[in-house]
């Protein structure tokens, strides 16, 4: 099954959005497989961008990437990539799509609020470099409904 990278970005926490920004990939009907939270090192934000380490907006990125935690998640689901790229919209947050997350919660080019994959090549790349192997979760999103505890189960008869 394709997967894809999501990064929340500084802007994306501190606006306190991260949930309506995972609440619309879940309802997409994409799955969740891994996530978490850190504070980046500059030397991992410069990595992670080096593709555009020659271009303008490289510096504001790096140093807007660094004012702040980060949420990284991989998600699974048919055309994880493109899906997911088309509920984020396009880069400058002013000229997205209506009603793409960049158009309702993002600023500008810079603070974008999030960051998703652009390829499935590039999804491989993002994943291994955020997580290991060990970290992404190989579950069934139906397995819950078989365990109901026997207090709760006696209760309900
Ligand atoms: P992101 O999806 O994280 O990938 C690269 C980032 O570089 C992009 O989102 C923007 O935050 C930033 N970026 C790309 N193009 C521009 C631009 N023309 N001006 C400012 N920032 C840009």
């Known amino acids: 099954m394709e997967k894809t990278c999501l990064v929340i970005k500084p802007d994306g926490i501190g ?10 990939l879940e309802t997409d009907g994409l799955k969740l497989i891994a996530m978490k939270m850190f504070r980046p090192a500059r030397p991992l934000v410069e990595n992670f961008y080096s593709i555009h380490k ?22 699974e689901g048919e055309n ?4 997911v790229r088309k509920i ?30 652009d390829s499935v090549e590039n999804a491989v ?3 291994e470099f955020f997580f290991s ?6 579950y ?3 397995d819950w409904e078989l365990a109901v505890p026997s207090e709760l189960y006696r209760k309900q008869k």
Do not use: C, Q
């Open 140 to 142: 069934d999103e139906h």
């Open 54 to 75: 020659d271009r303008d907006f490289f510096v504001p990125l790096v140093e807007f990437i660094l004012t702040g935690p980060l949420i990284v998640s991989v998600w």
């Open 15 to 24: 606006k306190k959005v991260a949930g309506k920004i995972i609440d619309r």
């Open 133 to 138: 192997m060990s970290e992404l979760i190989n």
């Open 80 to 83: 994880a990539v493109r899906r």
């Open 88 to 117: 984020i919209g396009s880069t400058h947050s002013k000229s997205a799509e209506p009603g793409t997350l960049r158009k309702l919660y993002g600023t500008d080019g810079t603070r974008n609020l999030v960051h998703a994959a």
């Open 125 to 127: 790349r993002e994943i």
